[in-house]
């Protein structure tokens, strides 16, 4: 059974930093590339950034590009997103995910699994 656990949401000033971590089990983690997606309230669920298997290759979604970044620890089977700067529109649920394509995609629907999603809150 495949689990992917996020944590270390919060609520934090604006200008701020959080490190969201995902745990993931049941799967070989380094099979995966691991996608940050995020959804604001009243708002679609949007792409944030992806790491590819080895953690060689990122890609970034504008709103995350020069304050946020993705790394993943094989050995671990954990990927983190370090968010700084934080702004009040970064409020969102965040969701970490898994796909084994090799291809670079930011669809939703190419991603196999799901964590349950942590909540960040951003305060002006």
């Known amino acids: 059974q495949v689990q992917l656990a996020e944590s270390g949401g919060g609520l934090v000033q604006a200008g701020g930093s959080l490190r969201l971590s995902c745990a993931a089990s049941?799967?070989?983690?380094?099979?995966?590339?691991m996608g940050w997606f995020r959804q604001a309230p009243g708002k679609e669920r949007e792409f944030v950034v992806r790491?590819?298997?080895?953690?060689?290759?990122?890609s970034y979604a504008d709103s995350a590009k020069g304050r946020f970044t993705i790394s993943r620890d094989n050995a671990k089977n954990t990927v983190y997103l370090q968010m700084n700067r934080l702004k009040p529109e970064d409020t969102a649920v965040y969701y970490c995910?898994?796909?084994?394509?090799?291809?670079?995609?930011?669809?939703?629907?190419?991603?196999?699994?799901w964590g349950q999603g942590t909540q960040v809150t951003v305060s002006s």
């Open positions: 049941g799967l070989t983690f380094s099979d995966y590339a």
């Open positions: 995910a898994a796909d084994r394509q090799v291809i670079s995609t930011t669809r939703e629907g190419a991603y196999e699994y």
């Open positions: 790491i590819s298997r080895s953690g060689g290759i990122t």
